[in-house]
């Protein structure tokens, strides 16, 4: 098939750019032909990435994108005969998607991952305009039950009949274990590591976390990776609180080569859909906490694989981080049965319109 796929990749940041990264391997190792349409960045791009132009305006930047990549998405549709476009989030991607469906008339799979659901669709207007594209989609994949059910709310026609839930995966061997004995960041700091990587924005929850360390009773380092609107906040909150060992570390490209470095990988979120770096941490064989969010208990076993506490609870995460520091046995234990978990269940992409061919 010749397949287009739709959405952020990188060097983008985030869940959504590695699933549209890992989609694409898989569909090129399967012999497909795949093409994908994406924003613009200053990376050197692949023949079969094209990136649509956007105005440097906040408020108009979504707008601008839907009219460049619409025109964009038509012109690769004509030239390489493209069989199924498969948009990655729902807005803008999937409404360009089945605009693009009215002219075209191809097949469109969009991919809901989050914040499409959980925080877009409480916008009335944007709800609208949700509605419309799931309807207009020929088929929908939720990467966890909790979206799903969250849709259904919608009440959009025929949703349940062209939905499937499909979890998202990591690469076992790009997420692997460190054997090396060789940590930059450990002979830097030479304290246990905690490490988060995401994007700083209000739904990760990143004041819980630092007041969790700032009331911690262990000495460790904190390490925040990533960037957002959230940064200057938390740097303020950093400096007013005298939180010591607690480092903005700025945007990581290879996560692959920080997660192996950790003692302990926290992801304190408000509102998750399903979380990429939970996989990947557990995929290096990490300790892992994480809040009571999206899908997190699919994947999960609270004290056996990894460590569940409710969002917002400072004083929760910062007890179970200290106890994760102090007892390297339990440490252990989670990492092993973390890293199983990954190789049984979460180590195959899964996409449903391959076998439909």
Same mark, same amino acid.
């Given at each position: 098939m010749n397949i287009c796929i739709v959405g952020q990749y990188p060097p983008q940041l985030g869940g959504i750019s590695t699933y549209t990264s890992n989609v694409k391997n898989q569909l090129e190792r399967l012999g497909h032909n795949v093409y994908v349409l994406t924003y613009p960045s200053n990376a050197t791009r692949e023949d079969n990435v094209f990136e649509a132009s956007t105005v440097n305006v906040p408020v108009l930047r979504g707008l601008s994108f839907i009219i460049s990549s619409y025109r964009l998405l038509m012109r690769i549709v004509e030239k390489y005969d493209i069989d199924?476009?498969?948009?990655?989030?729902?807005?803008?991607?999937?409404?360009?998607?089945?605009?693009t469906k009215r002219k075209k008339g191809i097949r469109i799979v969009t991919s809901v991952h989050g914040s499409d659901i959980n925080i877009l669709a409480n916008n009335i207007l944007l709800k609208g305009i949700i509605k419309y594209t799931l309807k207009k989609s020929d088929d929908i994949y939720f990467v966890s039950k909790e979206l799903y059910n969250k849709a259904l709310k919608l009440n959009i026609e025929g949703l349940e009949e062209k939905s499937s839930i499909t979890p998202n995966t990591v690469d076992i061997e790009k997420f692997n274990e460190d054997t090396s004995g060789k940590s930059p960041l450990k002979q830097e700091y030479k304290k246990p590591l905690v490490i988060?990587?995401?994007?700083?924005?209000?739904?990760?929850?990143?004041?819980?976390?630092?007041?969790? *360390? +700032?009331?911690?009773? %262990? &000495?460790?380092?904190?390490?925040?990776?990533?960037?957002?609107?959230e940064h200057d906040n938390l740097k303020d909150i950093i400096e007013k609180n005298n939180i010591k060992d607690t480092y903005l570390m700025g945007k990581t490209y290879n996560p692959e080569k920080i997660i192996p470095q950790a003692d302990v990988m926290v992801l304190p979120s408000v509102s998750e859909g399903a979380s990429i770096v939970a996989l990947e941490s557990m995929a290096c064989? *990490? +300790?892992?906490?994480? %809040? &009571?969010?999206?899908?997190?208990?699919?994947v999960i076993t609270n004290n056996e694989n990894g460590i569940i506490v409710a969002p917002r609870d400072s004083k929760a995460l910062s007890h179970e981080i200290d106890r994760l520091i102090i007892d390297e046995k339990l440490r252990e234990k989670l990492a092993d049965n973390a890293r199983k978990t990954i190789i049984d269940k979460y180590s195959k992409i899964n996409i449903p319109y391959l076998e439909r061919e």
């Open positions: 199924l476009i498969h948009a990655n989030y729902i807005l803008p991607p999937a409404l360009v998607a089945v605009l988060f990587i995401g994007n700083l924005v209000k739904q990760k929850g990143l004041e819980y976390l630092l007041e969790a *360390k +700032a009331i911690s009773k %262990t &000495d460790y380092v904190l390490l925040i990776y990533g960037d957002g609107a064989k *990490k +300790a892992f906490i994480s %809040t &009571d969010t999206g899908n997190i208990k699919d």
